[in-house]
């Protein structure tokens, strides 16, 4: 090809990325396009959205990098070329203006994503353009790994075994971009990254977070995991110890390369490196189930489970949206993800089992208030995450399996340090009352300055009766 153009999307770096390296090898000029896509951000419910400041500073930072890679080169420099609008409409504008003879992308396996990428490969094909995808943010894809009867996995365990057995080091490989950086073409004049008010939004207070950014960002994070990674199992489910990587908004955006990330885990070897290699699995199998069941987005994964009866209960839907269900864990979560937009997986699981188990309220309702809140939300991973918890998805925890909120509170958070964080109110509480509060008589209330039901919330529900309801519901379903 004499040009090319590469279209970043969930993969926002210079380094090991598929598409830039196939374009660049066969191509001798290529252009580089983010879209800041409307047909997404017109549909984000607030104007205030930490996803997009991210994404805006790693673009800056992905537009630097390309510039001094091909300067590096010994080029004239380079960069990226930023759109907003609809992508399936600013994808063949832009290749049509640039001349290019292909399209270059990393796949996505969302369905809306998909149909998104047919309308472009559409009407590139009307103009002459080529349109090429490729694998790049997962290890293994679509219907790589199959069972021996030629199927998708649908339990997680038998999956990771044949994950594990076929991977060897050329799912691995880097792809090694900065050799042929001469070929980028320089960003056309008068070009310029956008601002936020630019595209319609204000600052939120992620700069007030101090959360890492961009390819830099991802690189001192990963760095610091690196030294910690083997207390990794033992330390993962505590969310008041420095136990997880802290990458996953960085991974859900690209800002590094699952390969490196996997190539370091399998080498490394050690417990706390299997436990985390194990759920950079379970990223490629919720996409890999994605792309298998697209109903999933909508439907339970277990059809028969469409039938349960879900309560009609917007009071305590919004009780538990703004962390007032008088239980302390599940109330410091949900605060900790409206104010940073980030929770700890281990919360994940409490907060979704509490919301469908113990509120029997439809899963669905929980997993589209994460993806309007969480900094990494990823649709196969939410969906397949509160599926689990609400054990209508594949390999979930069985409907009997309702997590306690108080046991799990005493068990991951012993010394309340992470729910004194988030509810100051309930700063002066021991810790003998600090898990299940309204157990305290009026004396202690006194001592510790806060009054449950007036200062604190009373418990919106009982645990042991919610817990009876819900057998009843699922066992109704079971037939």
Known sequence: MSAALVWFRRDLRSEDHA???????????????????????????????????????????????LDAMSQAAGGGGSGLIVRHGRADEEIPRLARELGVDGVFANRDYEPEAIARDGRVAGRLAADGITFADFKDQVIFERDELLTQAGQPFSVFTPYKNAWLRKLDSSYLQAYPVAKRALRLAPRPAGASLPSLADLGFETTNLAALRMPLGMSGARALFGEFCGRIERYREARDFPAVKGVSYLSTHLRF????IRELAAYAWHKGGAGAETWLSELIWRDFYQMILWHHPRVVEASFRPEFDHVRWDDAPELFAAWCEGRTGYPIVDAAMRQLNQTGYMHNRLRMIVAS??????????????????????????????????WAASTGCDAQPYFRIFNPVTQSQKFDPEGRFIRRYLPELERVPDRHLHAPWQMGGIEQAAARVRIGIDYPAPVVDHALARERTLARFAVTKG
Do not use: M
């Open 254 to 257: 690209g800002t590094l390369s």
């Open 354 to 387: 509490f919301l469908t188990k113990d509120l029997g309220v439809d899963w669905r309702l929980g997993e589209r208030y994460f993806a309007a809140s969480l900094n990494d939300y990823d649709l196969a991973a939410n969906n397949g995450g509160w599926q």
């Open 19 to 65: 598409a830039l390296y196939h374009a660049l090898k066969q191509a001798e000029r290529v252009h580089c396009v983010f879209v800041f896509d409307t047909a997404i951000l017109d549909l984000l419910p607030q104007r205030a959205d930490r996803r997009v400041e991210f994404i805006l500073a790693a673009v800056g930072e992905l537009d630097a990098a």
